[in-house]
């Protein structure tokens, strides 16, 4: 489904009536072979003499390999698991196929890796166009970008402090007995990583809204904006509401929330239900300013603009897979497009926080460089590059302020 153009969390709608531990196993598959882009059509096309042309069985080769390469403990049943579920597609035409391939991969698994190691898209495990930009963009860190791109991200926590302290909460997550730690002071003031995900139901006060997941490099933006209570903020692309909700943890705001779709914008008010807060949230276009706006100028903007998402890969591996190069001409087009119509909304003194989940500097900086030459009453007061590491996914803020 991911080939054909679905996000993974709209293809693994499928599980949805599937037992929980069935379906965690399928996730855990199809976020691995998802991750691995390029590694498994690397094997098959050593192994096989032409391509599938049936795709549920290609994808069925595709995890039983990534299964077998993670898992070789297990490399019996991975196998005769597999073979039982070919039998069960295209009337079972490919059971010899699949199980010549996975047997030939486990006794040729050296030679064949030692041959992956060549390809760099297998390899590395990225498209090669995006490779490219990596190292043109960051000469001395694009392999721990490209690294931590393909490990699971760290489930990271946000206490709501209103609600609660950190050293209070990491309390009752020990008598539930899970273990944490406090983020860095500079990656986050209320963050704590667990080690070990769970479950939320499994987080102590979840429900009650004392506590929401949120990774660290997402929890800078309220941090940064910092809006004073009171102050009149809007947030202009805001589901699902992570930041919304942290704004408002913060200070009592006055707090407009949009976002274009209907069904993301629900998620926002479930969010802020669950947290017990207020905003105003409305389905709309943030770019079509007149629609939607009632001439009040707002102190305070966050701009958390669609992007590539190029830094939060590894939590949202298909983006590999369904991302395209001209994309990302694409992205910064309606990027610039949606600072021109936002920053007029600015009362003089304001401030705008730009935001992305990008790690593409003609997505960030070299964005904001052009803002500030169309606008020469826009001041930079603060950027930063957050780049995928073990604690934070990739993140890019430009904090700016109104002149006049």
């Given at each position: 489904?991911?080939?054909?153009?679905?996000?993974?969390?709209?293809a693994?709608?499928?599980?949805?009536?599937?037992?929980?531990?069935?379906?965690?196993a399928?996730?855990?598959?199809?976020?691995?072979?998802?991750?691995?882009?390029?590694?498994?059509?690397?094997?098959?096309g050593r192994l096989?003499?032409?391509?599938?042309?049936?795709?549920?069985?290609?994808?069925?080769?595709?995890g039983?390999l990534?299964?077998?390469?993670?898992?070789?403990?297990?490399?019996?049943?991975?196998?005769?698991?597999a073979?039982?579920?070919?039998?069960?597609?295209?009337?079972g035409?490919?059971?010899?196929?699949v199980?010549?391939?996975l047997?030939?991969?486990?006794r040729?698994?050296?030679?064949?890796?030692?041959?992956?190691?060549?390809?760099?898209?297998?390899?590395?495990?990225?498209?090669r166009?995006?490779?490219s930009?990596?190292?043109r963009?960051?000469r001395?860190?694009?392999?721990?970008?490209?690294?931590a791109?393909?490990?699971p991200?760290p489930m990271?926590?946000r206490?709501n402090?209103?609600?609660?302290?950190?050293?209070?909460?990491?309390?009752?997550?020990?008598?539930?007995?899970?273990s944490?730690?406090p983020l860095l002071?500079?990656k986050?003031?209320?963050?704590l990583?667990?080690?070990k995900a769970?479950?939320?139901?499994a987080?102590?006060g979840f429900?009650e809204?004392?506590?929401?997941?949120?990774?660290?490099?997402?929890?800078?933006?309220?941090e940064?904006l910092?809006?004073?209570?009171?102050?009149?903020?809007l947030?202009?692309c805001?589901?699902?509401?992570?930041k919304t909700?942290?704004?408002?943890?913060?200070?009592?705001?006055?707090?407009l929330?949009?976002?274009?779709?209907?069904?993301?914008?629900r998620?926002?008010?479930?969010?802020?239900?669950?947290?017990?807060l207020?905003?105003t949230?409305t389905?709309a276009?943030?770019?079509?300013?007149?629609?939607?706006?009632?001439?009040?100028?707002?102190?305070?903007?966050?701009?958390d603009?669609?992007?590539?998402a190029?830094?939060?890969v590894?939590r949202?591996?298909?983006?590999?897979?369904?991302r395209r190069?001209?994309?990302?001409?694409?992205?910064?087009?309606?990027?610039?497009?949606?600072?021109?119509?936002?920053w007029?909304?600015?009362?003089?003194?304001?401030k705008?926080?730009?935001a992305?989940?990008s790690v593409?500097p003609?997505?960030n900086?070299a964005?904001?460089?052009?803002?500030?030459?169309?606008?020469p009453g826009?001041?930079r007061l603060?950027?930063?590059?957050?780049?995928p590491?073990?604690?934070?996914?990739?993140?890019?803020?430009?904090?700016?302020?109104?002149?006049?």
């Amino acid at each position: 489904m991911v080939r054909a153009g679905k996000s993974l969390s709209e293809a693994l709608l499928v599980l949805a009536d599937e037992p929980a531990v069935a379906r965690s196993a399928a996730q855990d598959v199809a976020y691995g072979v998802l991750r691995r882009y390029g590694w498994g059509e690397f094997i098959l096309g050593r192994l096989m003499s032409k391509p599938l042309t049936h795709p549920e069985t290609q994808a069925l080769l595709l995890g039983a390999l990534y299964r077998l390469d993670t898992r070789p403990d297990s490399s019996p049943m991975v196998v005769d698991q597999a073979v039982a579920a070919a039998g069960e597609l295209a009337g079972g035409v490919f059971k010899g196929v699949v199980n010549g391939v996975l047997r030939n991969f486990l006794r040729q698994r050296e030679s064949l890796l030692l041959a992956l190691a060549q390809d760099e898209e297998a390899n590395y495990q990225y498209p090669r166009w995006w490779l490219s930009r990596l190292r043109r963009a960051y000469r001395d860190d694009w392999q721990s970008i490209v690294a931590a791109g393909n490990t699971p991200p760290p489930m990271t926590l946000r206490v709501n402090q209103r609600r609660s302290t950190l050293s209070d909460y990491l309390a009752r997550l020990n008598v539930a007995g899970l273990s944490a730690r406090p983020l860095l002071h500079e990656k986050g003031l209320h963050g704590l990583i667990l080690d070990k995900a769970v479950a939320v139901d499994a987080l102590p006060g979840f429900f009650e809204g004392i506590v929401s997941v949120q990774d660290a490099g997402a929890q800078r933006a309220a941090e940064l904006l910092a809006p004073e209570a009171g102050a009149r903020v809007l947030d202009a692309c805001a589901a699902p509401g992570g930041k919304t909700a942290h704004l408002l943890e913060m200070a009592d705001l006055d707090l407009l929330a949009l976002d274009i779709d209907a069904g993301r914008t629900r998620r926002i008010e479930e969010n802020l239900q669950r947290l017990n807060l207020q905003a105003t949230v409305t389905v709309a276009d943030c770019s079509d300013v007149q629609r939607w706006w009632d001439g009040r100028p707002f102190d305070a903007i966050l701009a958390d603009v669609p992007c590539s998402a190029s830094g939060v890969v590894r939590r949202h591996p298909d983006i590999k897979h369904l991302r395209r190069e001209s994309d990302i001409r694409r992205f910064a087009h309606t990027q610039a497009a949606l600072l021109d119509a936002l920053w007029p909304l600015l009362k003089i003194g304001g401030k705008l926080l730009y935001a992305t989940c990008s790690v593409f500097p003609e997505e960030n900086s070299a964005q904001i460089d052009a803002f500030l030459v169309r606008q020469p009453g826009a001041c930079r007061l603060h950027e930063e590059q957050l780049l995928p590491q073990d604690e934070n996914d990739g993140f890019y803020y430009a904090l700016l302020q109104k002149l006049a």
